[in-house]
C-alpha cells in the first residue's frame, strides 16, 4: 500500500501531461481569425455545420467572406497529397490587382465625416496603410479625376461662367465612399441644370484676355513710359464685370471704372 500512492500520483501527472500535448492544428483564416480544431477531427471526424460554413466562407460572423471574382479556390494546399486533404478545406488565393499604399492624412468613415470628428491637428500627417486596388484611380469621367497630392477626387464644372472644383478627401470619407460621394455630387449637380459649357473666351481687344490661372480678366496697358498690368478676377466682378473693367482700365490707363492710386498719389490728393 505504500508504493501504490506513488505510483497512483505518476499515472495521474502522465494522465495531465499526455492531455496537454493533443495535437492541434491551427487554420488561419483570410481575416486572421484563427480556428484550432484537433487533427483527428481534421482527417477522421466529418466536420459540424459551422465548421462547413467557417471553411467555406474563410471566417466566420462578420469575417466571413463570400468567394467573389477577386478569390481562388483550390482544394488543398500547395505540394500537399490529395489523400491526406480534408474534403472540405479550401485554400483562398487573392487574384485582383492591387497594392499598398500609406496615405498621408489618414483615412476617413462615418464617424471621421463629422465635423467634430475629424483629424486634429488637420495640417498634420496622420499615415495609415492599405491595400488598394490597381484600377482605383481611374475614372471613366474627365471632370471626375484623382488629386494625388491632397488624396482626394476632384469633381470640375462651370458655373456662373467659372470654373468650380469640390474636393472628396480620403481623410474624411474613406477610400471607396470618397470616390463614390464624388460621382454621385456629380450627377445631382446634372439633375439640377448646374452644369454649363465651357464660356468661350473670345478677345475683345488686343491687351486684354482671360488667364485662366489666376481666374480673371487681364488688362494690359502703359503709363507714364511704363508697361503695367492688372487682372479683375471672376470671382469678385463676375465675368461680364471684369471683362468690362479690364477694357475699361486699357482705354483709360490712369482713371478707368476703378481708378487705383499709389501712396503718394493719396497723399497728394489729401
Known amino acids: 500500500s505504500s508504493g501504490f500512492l506513488p505510483v497512483c500520483m505518476f499515472y495521474a501527472k502522465m ?3 499526455a492531455r496537454s500535448l493533443v495535437p492541434l492544428v491551427s487554420h488561419t483564416c483570410r481575416s ?3 480556428l484550432c480544431i484537433h487533427a483527428t477531427m481534421l ?20 469575417h466571413a467572406t463570400r468567394n467573389g471574382p477577386e478569390f481562388e479556390v483550390e ?10 486533404v480534408h474534403p472540405e478545406r479550401r485554400v483562398y488565393r487573392r487574384t485582383r490587382a492591387e497594392h499598398h499604399r500609406i496615405f498621408k492624412w489618414g483615412i476617413g468613415n462615418k464617424f471621421r465625416m463629422q465635423g467634430q470628428n475629424r483629424f ?9 496603410e492599405m491595400v488598394v486596388r490597381d484600377d482605383y484611380y481611374e475614372s471613366d ?5 484623382w488629386e494625388d497630392l491632397n488624396e482626394s477626387w476632384e469633381v470640375y464644372w462651370y458655373e456662373n461662367q467659372k470654373l468650380n472644383a469640390r474636393p472628396f478627401m480620403v481623410k474624411k470619407y474613406g477610400l471607396e465612399r470618397a470616390k463614390q460621394q464624388a460621382f454621385d455630387f456629380y450627377e445631382q449637380l446634372q439633375e439640377s441644370g448646374r452644369l454649363k459649357e465651357k464660356p468661350k473666351l473670345d478677345t475683345p481687344q488686343p491687351g486684354v484676355f482671360y488667364d485662366s490661372r489666376f481666374q480673371g480678366w487681364t488688362s494690359l496697358f502703359w503709363r507714364n513710359g511704363r508697361p503695367h498690368s492688372r487682372v479683375y478676377t471672376v470671382g469678385m ?13 486699357q482705354n483709360d490707363p490712369v482713371n478707368g471704372v476703378l481708378p487705383r492710386y499709389t501712396a503718394r498719389e493719396r497723399r497728394q490728393m489729401q
Open 15 to 17: 494522465h495531465s501531461v
Open 75 to 84: 482544394d488543398g494546399e500547395a505540394g500537399e497529397s490529395t489523400s491526406h
Open 237 to 249: 466682378y463676375g465675368y461680364d464685370g471684369a471683362k468690362s473693367l479690364a477694357v475699361a482700365k
Open 120 to 128: 486634429t491637428p488637420v495640417h498634420k500627417p496622420h499615415p495609415q
Open 32 to 34: 486572421g481569425q484563427r
Open 141 to 145: 469621367n474627365p471632370n471626375i479625376v
Open 43 to 62: 482527417r477522421a471526424v466529418p466536420a459540424n455545420g459551422w465548421m462547413h460554413r467557417a471553411v467555406a466562407t474563410g471566417g466566420t460572423g462578420e
